[in-house]
């Protein structure tokens, strides 16, 4: 979606990990990547209980966030 003329407003959402401090920055530089991934077709039926778990492969800490503030899921 790009900026039209007129209000634009701008919601970032900081968070420290519970540090006293929260350093943060915005730079319009850094390049943003859009990844997609098609999967296999699947079969839901109705009533029945299809678990998702999404997680980094190899993570230093079993901790480590994906650094994906932006993930979304579609189903179409």
Known sequence: MNLKE????LL??????FQK???M????HVSQYLYVKK???VELRKGE???VNWKLSDPVTPHETL???????KFE
């Open 6 to 9: 007129g209000k634009n407003q």
């Open 12 to 17: 970032v959402k900081c968070f420290n990990n």
């Open 21 to 23: 401090e929260a350093q």
């Open 25 to 28: 920055g915005i730079g319009n």
């Open 39 to 41: 999967l296999a077709p």
């Open 49 to 51: 209980y299809f678990p």
């Open 67 to 73: 650094h994906l503030p932006n993930l979304v899921l």
